[in-house]
């Protein structure tokens, strides 16, 4: 079974199976939309991956420009966003490289992610304090004063609450609040599968044999999961 990374980097496609399944009522697109003012703003989104995030709110935007270090979520991002390929640009960057924090003007209204930064937080093993501050930091130097920052991340699948799924990713869910004064919306985003075999092998192949043994545990086909958007003015 190949690890999230190997995923990213060679099984777009497959990534692209499981989450067509994920959120089917729209939750966070309509979250989202409530929270941040797309209507012809310029957007940056870092680990744009195959664009699922960015399609929600593609049509309002002015411009984009997504980030990734994967050639083959890109590949499959710009299949999916093909009606909006003028005002959309992809480059291919690691946002943990130090050369992140050379990135060109100009700068955005809204700068996001989803789901790729608790990544990073993870690889930099350890001090969660400074990897935050980066991140946070990396976003602020491309905001346009009045402008927006929004991480997208799990706040825990096939459970019955939202909460931060593990130590890491609370100590960094706590940073973003506490010290860097993001307020958090918790968002369900379940998902909703046709049959059992497909919600097992969906869900085992990206999150592993154990949470397909909890799928199958739980006994429906529709697995609960809850999304945190964590936002801040500039
Ligand atoms: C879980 S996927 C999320 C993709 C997309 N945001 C979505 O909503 O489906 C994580 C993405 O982050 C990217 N990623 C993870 N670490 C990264 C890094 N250090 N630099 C650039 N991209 C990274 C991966 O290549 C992958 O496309």
Redesign the pocket.
Known sequence: MPS??EI??SHADQ?DEL?AHEDPDGNLRAALCELLDFEGADVI?????????TELYAERAGSIRC????AD?RRRAAVRLEAYSEKMSYEL?????PEASRIAAPRADIVL????FG??VF?DGGNVAASTARLVDLCKAVTRSGGSIAF?ETLGTNVDRPAPPGEILNAFYQELEGHHGFEKTVVPTPYRFPDMDTALKTMGFFFGPPMAETVRARGTTEVPEFTGIWSLKV
């Open positions: 999230m990374y990213y980097q990534y989450i989104e870092f680990g744009a991956g195959t664009g699922r995030l980030f990734d270090r994967s979520m960057m690691d946002h943990a490289a992610e989803g789901w790729a990544h990073t690889d997208i």
